[in-house]
């Protein structure tokens, strides 16, 4: 009996060990550098970092910057101690021993030294194949950052190049490029939408951008054979109180026969995050995870099981969603495997156009009727994808060319609904010289490896009757954000042979033509021309904004063409026009007050997501009501990015020669020629009051004290009387107050200081406020008209107390007629000028 225990012991010791153990990774080449360090430094985990003079062979570079402190609190080892400063472009460039896969991490601490501030630094880093960091900056975190990415490298020498702005440095702590195990990435997955099977993942580089063991504690590199890191996942929960931890000793899980334990280690597995008990018969709800994300990029999302919850078989189905659709339906590990507490991944490619509002994953209970309602998730990885230029960051590959905003704005002649298109001015060429040689454009390199990664909003175009040829060059259209493909065949029927007729609107780039696509949906087409030298730089400034900018209220592109040397771009069609056309001489119908400030609503959104949507900002620098455009909803949306400026990292203006249109034009720009984006809301305020007025920014054939809009309105806003000039069809349907909300905000917009204006975001909430007090009126003047009811404002001081206090807005119910409406005037007489901003922190936006 004791020899049968004995070998049932060892068989089943033996079965285990099948199943959990292994060899540790052996990289056989390992590069760690301690930059700028004297003395060496071994980590924890065994890790040992070569110093500087140890690692000089590397290193080639006209700067000799080191800088070094004896300690910081806030970093977690001492490769963050030391630190090289490159104020020169530099270069490390490493033999390997091996091709294929390499981990490449990159540490960052910005080091407090006499030398240069590296708070202030703003740099690239490339390969000699990918961009890794663009325009780089720590952002003003005095943490440390590890920037991680996973390369297939096929060169006997691997280079990485440190390449700083112009009056600025680069610097690097420590770096490590190490061997990574081939069966980290396989070469196909799911792809979310269109649901299919994506092959070509070896093709692609990748930046990790989260790695979490859910319901676990941190991993580090000392217990993860691969050096990776990771964190917790409580960050990200949405509602923390629907999930529940679970785990179990590592020594239970283990790995089915052909899945490496270097996907992830024994500790992921062993933790998880279940769905936390409803004290419900039938629970009915998700677990969530919210991510940010850039938009122009392509994701894989790694999601790790392991079934350490149930007591059987077959007891477990559950669902998996990302970004709200179905990613895997009914998983049933336990079937899969055939087995519990067993390791299993799943990969899932998610497309740039899925992208427009981050990332989430969420789990729930399977819709079948059977089972444990329940769903667990033991790990997740969430890598970006390079793009189309084999970029992990910025829009241009190693050798794109750089958009030149000095040279002169391409003229716009307007026919029909042309300036209803005035969003395109700029785009005329995607290459540099195109426009001088168009035949070496075409021989240098096709039109989609130029074009940026545009717009990931709207699906509903991304679908093409013709294929791309291959699953890659899908691939660049719908997970990289170009939308759809068009054909040239299908172009010249959707634009009658781009007959000229069908001409809306001429640039310098070349014609737009209203085209017909698919069911009759109307489309707006621009044919480039490669002979014009006309809005080169403002097409590449188009392209390079469009490519980072995602929102409701920006104009979006379709798709685009890239065939016979043509280069055509599809945006919808925006078939209402231009807002001006809407206010003045075009014999329209007038739009009612509160179209108006929806409007401006929409436009001020668009603008503020322009400010602070990206890490840098985005100046306008021509806004006007020729390029606010609506739909035919009369949803406003900005256009014309040909003359947008990125803030520079650090600081708050851009030095560079005026453009834009007179009557729009910040002064202290004109006077200092340095741009701010209070640039913009001085333009934002001249649009404010062409709203309120229906007239131009700029009328020579007026009287001259009444040419210039902004100087003319303020003088009357200054008297008290600016409803004598408004537009005379608002007369009688405008609410005084809300005229008077929106006036102030146009006239703080008009600030003769920048530093006087309020921001975009300011601005935005005055709006809103003033369309709340539009709507009240109108509710309170349509229940008078319904009861015929002659009564006039009720005065009582009452009512007022009960409907507003020093701290809060008054909330204006319809079913409360007119009563409460002298309260609300109380409410706003209380706030003007620079405070009346600070009211609405207790609002909510519409």
């Given at each position: 009996?004791?020899?049968?225990?004995?070998?049932?012991?060892?068989?089943?010791?033996?079965?285990?060990?099948?199943?959990?153990?292994?060899?540790?990774?052996?990289?056989?080449?390992?590069?760690?550098?301690?930059?700028?360090?004297?003395?060496?430094?071994?980590?924890?985990?065994?890790?040992?970092?070569?110093?500087?003079?140890?690692?000089?062979?590397?290193?080639?570079?006209?700067?000799?910057?080191?800088?070094?402190?004896?300690?910081?609190?806030?970093?977690?080892?001492?490769?963050?101690?030391?630190?090289?400063?490159?104020?020169?472009?530099?270069?490390?460039?490493?033999?390997?021993?091996?091709?294929?896969?390499?981990?490449?991490?990159?540490?960052?601490?910005?080091?407090?030294?006499?030398?240069?501030?590296?708070?202030?630094?703003?740099?690239?880093?490339?390969?000699?194949?990918?961009?890794?960091?663009?325009?780089?900056?720590?952002?003003?975190?005095?943490?440390?950052?590890?920037?991680?990415?996973?390369?297939?490298?096929?060169?006997?020498?691997?280079?990485?190049?440190?390449?700083?702005?112009?009056?600025?440095?680069?610097?690097?702590?420590?770096?490590?490029?190490?061997?990574?195990?081939?069966?980290?990435?396989?070469?196909?997955?799911?792809?979310?939408?269109?649901?299919?099977?994506?092959?070509?993942?070896?093709?692609?580089?990748?930046?990790?951008?989260?790695?979490?063991?859910?319901?676990?504690?941190?991993?580090?590199?000392?217990?993860?054979?691969?050096?990776?890191?990771?964190?917790?996942?409580?960050?990200?929960?949405?509602?923390?109180?629907?999930?529940?931890?679970?785990?179990?000793?590592?020594?239970?899980?283990?790995?089915?026969?052909?899945?490496?334990?270097?996907?992830?280690?024994?500790?992921?597995?062993?933790?998880?995050?279940?769905?936390?008990?409803?004290?419900?018969?039938?629970?009915?709800?998700?677990?969530?995870?919210?991510?940010?994300?850039?938009?122009?990029?392509?994701?894989?999302?790694?999601?790790?099981?392991?079934?350490?919850?149930?007591?059987?078989?077959?007891?477990?189905?559950?669902?998996?969603?990302?970004?709200?659709?179905?990613?895997?339906?009914?998983?049933?590990?336990?079937?899969?495997?055939?087995?519990?507490?067993?390791?299993?991944?799943?990969?899932?490619?998610?497309?740039?156009?899925?992208?427009?509002?981050?990332?989430?994953?969420?789990?729930?209970?399977?819709?079948?009727?059977?089972?444990?309602?329940?769903?667990?998730?033991?790990?997740?990885?969430?890598?970006?994808?390079?793009?189309?230029?084999?970029?992990?960051?910025?829009?241009?590959?190693?050798?794109?060319?750089?958009?030149?905003?000095?040279?002169?704005?391409?003229?716009?002649?307007?026919?029909?609904?042309?300036?209803?298109?005035?969003?395109?001015?700029?785009?005329?060429?995607?290459?540099?010289?195109?426009?001088?040689?168009?035949?070496?454009?075409?021989?240098?390199?096709?039109?989609?490896?130029?074009?940026?990664?545009?717009?990931?909003?709207?699906?509903?175009?991304?679908?093409?009757?013709?294929?791309?040829?291959?699953?890659?060059?899908?691939?660049?259209?719908?997970?990289?954000?170009?939308?759809?493909?068009?054909?040239?065949?299908?172009?010249?029927?959707?634009?009658?042979?781009?007959?000229?007729?069908?001409?809306?609107?001429?640039?310098?780039?070349?014609?737009?033509?209203?085209?017909?696509?698919?069911?009759?949906?109307?489309?707006?087409?621009?044919?480039?021309?490669?002979?014009?030298?006309?809005?080169?730089?403002?097409?590449?400034?188009?392209?390079?904004?469009?490519?980072?900018?995602?929102?409701?209220?920006?104009?979006?592109?379709?798709?685009?063409?890239?065939?016979?040397?043509?280069?055509?771009?599809?945006?919808?069609?925006?078939?209402?026009?231009?807002?001006?056309?809407?206010?003045?001489?075009?014999?329209?119908?007038?739009?009612?007050?509160?179209?108006?400030?929806?409007?401006?609503?929409?436009?001020?959104?668009?603008?503020?997501?322009?400010?602070?949507?990206?890490?840098?900002?985005?100046?306008?620098?021509?806004?006007?009501?020729?390029?606010?455009?609506?739909?035919?909803?009369?949803?406003?949306?900005?256009?014309?990015?040909?003359?947008?400026?990125?803030?520079?990292?650090?600081?708050?203006?851009?030095?560079?020669?005026?453009?834009?249109?007179?009557?729009?034009?910040?002064?202290?720009?004109?006077?200092?020629?340095?741009?701010?984006?209070?640039?913009?809301?001085?333009?934002?305020?001249?649009?404010?009051?062409?709203?309120?007025?229906?007239?131009?920014?700029?009328?020579?054939?007026?009287?001259?004290?009444?040419?210039?809009?902004?100087?003319?309105?303020?003088?009357?806003?200054?008297?008290?009387?600016?409803?004598?000039?408004?537009?005379?069809?608002?007369?009688?349907?405008?609410?005084?107050?809300?005229?008077?909300?929106?006036?102030?905000?146009?006239?703080?917009?008009?600030?003769?200081?920048?530093?006087?204006?309020?921001?975009?975001?300011?601005?935005?909430?005055?709006?809103?406020?003033?369309?709340?007090?539009?709507?009240?009126?109108?509710?309170?003047?349509?229940?008078?008209?319904?009861?015929?009811?002659?009564?006039?404002?009720?005065?009582s001081p009452a009512a007022a107390d009960t409907t507003t206090t020093s701290d809060a807005l008054p909330v204006y119910h319809a079913e409360e007629g007119n009563s409460n409406t002298p309260a609300q005037v109380q409410a706003?007489?209380?706030?003007?000028?620079?405070?009346?901003?600070?009211?609405?922190?207790?609002?909510?936006?519409?």
């Amino acid at each position: 009996m004791a020899v049968l225990l004995v070998l049932l012991y060892a068989f089943f010791s033996a079965s285990t060990a099948a199943f959990s153990a292994y060899t540790p990774f052996d990289p056989q080449d390992s590069f760690l550098i301690d930059c700028g360090a004297e003395k060496p430094a071994t980590l924890l985990d065994g890790r040992a970092f070569k110093t500087e003079e140890q690692s000089k062979q590397f290193l080639q570079a006209r700067d000799d910057i080191k800088v070094s402190v004896d300690k910081a609190d806030d970093v977690p080892s001492p490769i963050y101690l030391s630190a090289r400063i490159f104020v020169q472009d530099a270069t490390y460039t490493f033999p390997l021993s091996r091709p294929g896969w390499h981990w490449v991490r990159l540490h960052f601490y910005p080091l407090n030294n006499n030398i240069f501030d590296l708070m202030k630094s703003t740099f690239s880093v490339n390969t000699d194949k990918y961009v890794l960091l663009h325009s780089f900056n720590v952002n003003n975190d005095t943490n440390y950052i590890l920037k991680e990415y996973l390369l297939n490298i096929t060169e006997p020498q691997f280079s990485i190049k440190f390449l700083p702005m112009k009056n600025s440095a680069a610097f690097i702590n420590s770096i490590e490029v190490v061997s990574a195990p081939d069966e980290l990435i396989t070469d196909s997955a799911n792809e979310l939408s269109p649901v299919s099977e994506f092959s070509g993942l070896s093709k692609f580089a990748y930046q990790t951008m989260y790695r979490l063991n859910m319901g676990g504690p941190l991993i580090t590199a000392t217990n993860d054979t691969l050096g990776r890191t990771w964190t917790s996942d409580e960050t990200y929960l949405k509602h923390r109180n629907l999930a529940k931890k679970v785990s179990v000793e590592t020594t239970i899980v283990k790995y089915p026969e052909g899945l490496s334990p270097l996907i992830a280690p024994q500790t992921v597995y062993a933790s998880a995050v279940e769905m936390a008990n409803a004290q419900t018969s039938r629970p009915n709800f998700n677990v969530t995870w919210n991510f940010e994300a850039d938009p122009s990029f392509g994701y894989v999302v790694r999601l790790h099981f392991c079934d350490i919850v149930s007591k059987a078989l077959n007891n477990l189905y559950f669902d998996v969603y990302v970004n709200g659709k179905m990613a895997i339906s009914d998983l049933d590990l336990s079937a899969t495997l055939n087995g519990l507490a067993m390791a299993y991944y799943k990969d899932i490619v998610v497309n740039a156009s899925l992208m427009s509002n981050g990332l989430s994953v969420q789990i729930g209970p399977s819709k079948l009727d059977s089972g444990d309602l329940n769903a667990i998730l033991n790990g997740l990885e969430v890598l970006k994808i390079s793009n189309s230029v084999d970029s992990l960051d910025g829009e241009f590959g190693v050798d794109g060319v750089e958009a030149d905003g000095g040279s002169n704005r391409g003229t716009v002649a307007a026919v029909g609904f042309a300036m209803m298109f005035g969003a395109f001015v700029g785009l005329g060429a995607m290459v540099i010289k195109w426009h001088k040689r168009p035949q070496d454009w075409q021989k240098r390199n096709s039109f989609s490896s130029w074009l940026l990664p545009l717009h990931a909003g709207d699906t509903s175009f991304m679908s093409s009757k013709n294929s791309l040829g291959s699953h890659k060059s899908n691939f660049y259209s719908s997970t990289l954000g170009l939308g759809r493909y068009f054909s040239l065949a299908e172009l010249q029927e959707a634009t009658k042979n781009f007959d000229a007729n069908e001409v809306i609107g001429v640039g310098g780039f070349g014609n737009v033509y209203i085209g017909m696509i698919d069911d009759g949906t109307k489309v707006a087409v621009k044919r480039g021309n490669p002979q014009s030298e006309q809005g080169i730089t403002e097409f590449q400034t188009e392209i390079q904004m469009l490519s980072k900018l995602r929102h409701r209220h920006l104009v979006s592109l379709i798709g685009y063409c890239d065939e016979n040397s043509e280069m055509i771009l599809v945006y919808e069609y925006m078939s209402n026009g231009p807002f001006r056309d809407h206010l003045y001489g075009k014999n329209l119908s007038p739009l009612s007050w509160k179209q108006r400030l929806e409007i401006c609503i929409g436009s001020a959104r668009g603008l503020h997501y322009l400010h602070t949507g990206t890490a840098q900002g985005i100046i306008h620098r021509d806004v006007k009501t020729t390029n606010i455009l609506l739909d035919e909803n009369l949803t406003a949306k900005v256009a014309d990015f040909g003359l947008s400026k990125d803030t520079p990292m650090g600081q708050g203006h851009v030095s560079t020669a005026v453009k834009g249109s007179f009557g729009y034009l910040d002064p202290e720009y004109f006077r200092r020629q340095q741009l701010t984006d209070k640039s913009d809301v001085y333009s934002f305020g001249v649009v404010l009051l062409e709203a309120l007025c229906a007239r131009p920014a700029i009328n020579p054939a007026l009287p001259r004290e009444q040419v210039n809009l902004a100087d003319w309105a303020m003088q009357w806003k200054r008297k008290g009387l600016l409803d004598k000039i408004i537009d005379p069809l608002l007369v009688g349907s405008i609410n005084p107050e809300s005229m008077k909300k929106f006036a102030e905000a146009a006239e703080k917009c008009l600030a003769e200081h920048g530093v006087d204006r309020p921001t975009m975001g300011d601005v935005l909430w005055n709006l809103e406020y003033a369309l709340q007090l539009q709507e009240a009126f109108s509710q309170g003047k349509a229940a008078e008209d319904e009861t015929k009811s002659s009564a006039t404002v009720c005065t009582s001081p009452a009512a007022a107390d009960t409907t507003t206090t020093s701290d809060a807005l008054p909330v204006y119910h319809a079913e409360e007629g007119n009563s409460n409406t002298p309260a609300q005037v109380q409410a706003i007489d209380e706030h003007s000028g620079t405070a009346m901003f600070a009211q609405f922190t207790n609002l909510n936006g519409r």
